[in-house]
């Protein structure tokens, strides 16, 4: 066999744009073999490419499975799950999925989520303050970017105000990848622990939180494991996520004054701008990878059931199967349905969330600041690559 690329390569992205390794692998196919790094011998290991086979993978949870725990338990089985995978949905596969997804499912619609608005509305507010204060010129990626998913993750999970600065360190540091392997171990313990502590406490006295009403409507279907593991779950996939969306959007947003005053001016087309550049960014390099349950053909590939598939979200989403002209960042292009919260089952829970958060947080910092401009060259800019979701490191702006 021919020497296989090696993942990571989303690493290696040019600023807004996939990785050049990434797109030259598009271009022999949408399914390629890879290699997860040297050493790893001949473990089948595919990269899905394609707008329509990224989707067909992850729409199909028959024929591809998300667990890492082994093979789908046999039908009424529980499979085999340490502590800290108890919980995170994007490990599961149904059966179990679908009773915690159909409970969970309900707090999460937008009518729910409009409940969080006015605090959102204020801590975005609390933010622009921040900046304001800072001077000129002002991080907008530490003050404004990377300071509002967390205060309103703990919004809605019901993290008490005082505890929040505490809980957030730990949280990063837990995330942080350039950080010593125990430290984060420490810090990842200090914060599931502190969940279990206000499981508790939730579960003797049901409050309006999150956790509270689920405690109230489903009592016992849901354990304290399943829980804590849920919370552990919106803090890992809220925290880069979010931040990410809104330091590139940011910076986006700025090298096209045209397309930031569209967006300024026009809530509608703030509303198309958000999808726009949900697709465009696409700061999740991947979902959970899937295992094929059975042979099949994909793209063209042969694929055999034990095989792994990684499904790259930012070159999905640059396909031109999806749109015309998917390179070009285009703030009126009618939404389509793009896959930066994924497809299937596994569709982002938190999406109606992480758009209401988006729309208040971008229409607020143009409102505040209409001559908002980078404060260095644009060249200038560092980008967070060793994440799971691409970003911006600082991003310094005047106004």
């Known amino acids: 066999m021919p020497h296989e690329p090696t993942l990571p390569l989303h690493t290696r992205r040019t600023r807004f744009d996939p990785a050049p390794e990434l797109r030259r692998l598009a271009d022999d196919g949408p399914v390629t073999r890879v290699s997860l ?11 899905v490419t394609g707008y329509g086979e990224v989707r067909q993978v992850l729409g199909d949870h028959v024929r591809f499975s998300t667990s890492r725990f082994g093979a789908r338990p046999a039908a009424g089985g529980t499979a085999a799950r340490p502590d800290d995978g108890i919980g995170l ?17 309900p707090e999460f619609t937008l009518r729910r989520m409009r409940r969080l608005q006015p605090r959102i509305e204020a801590i975005v507010t609390e933010r622009l303050d921040a900046v304001e204060r800072a001077g000129q010129p002002a991080d907008l990626g530490e003050l404004f970017a990377s300071a509002i998913p967390g205060p309103v993750l703990c919004e809605l999970i019901g993290v008490e105000r005082d505890d929040r600065d505490d809980f957030l360190r730990r949280c990063h540091a837990h995330l942080e990848t350039g950080k010593e392997r125990g430290e984060r171990a420490a810090a990842g313990t200090a914060f599931t622990r502190y969940l279990a502590a206000m499981v508790a406490r939730r579960r003797k006295n049901p409050d309006e939180s999150f956790i509270g009403m689920l405690v109230r409507d489903h009592g016992d279907d ?7 593991g849920v919370c552990v779950l919106l803090m890992l996939a809220g925290l880069d996520n979010i ?16 397309q930031l005053a569209l967006v300024r001016d026009d809530p509608a087309a703030l509303d198309r701008g958000i999808e726009e550049l949900l697709r465009y960014l696409s700061v999740p390099h991947a979902p959970t990878p899937r295992v094929a349950l059975e042979d099949m053909t994909l793209g063209g590939k042969r694929i055999r059931a034990g095989d792994t598939l990684v499904c ?57 600041f209409p001559g908002l401009r980078l404060a260095i060259p644009a060249g200038d800019v560092e980008f967070r690559v060793l994440s799971t979701a691409y970003g911006v490191e600082r991003l310094p702006v005047t106004w």
């Open 222 to 228: 849901f354990t304290d494991k399943e829980l804590r």
């Open 243 to 258: 931040s990410g969306m809104l330091g590139l959007g940011a910076l986006a947003l700025l090298e096209n004054p045209g």
């Open 89 to 105: 949905l994007m490990d599961y596969d149904p059966p179990e999925h679908t009773r915690l997804r159909k409970m969970l499912t």
């Open 37 to 47: 790094a040297p050493g790893t011998g001949d473990r089948p290991l595919w990269l």
């Open 312 to 368: 790259s979200i930012p070159l999905a989403n640059r396909d031109p199967a999806l749109t015309d002209g998917p390179d070009r960042l285009d703030v009126t292009r009618e939404p389509v349905p793009h896959v930066a919260f994924g497809h299937g089952i596994h569709h982002c829970l938190g999406a109606a969330l992480a758009r209401m958060e988006l729309r208040i947080a971008y229409r607020e910092l143009l409102r505040r």
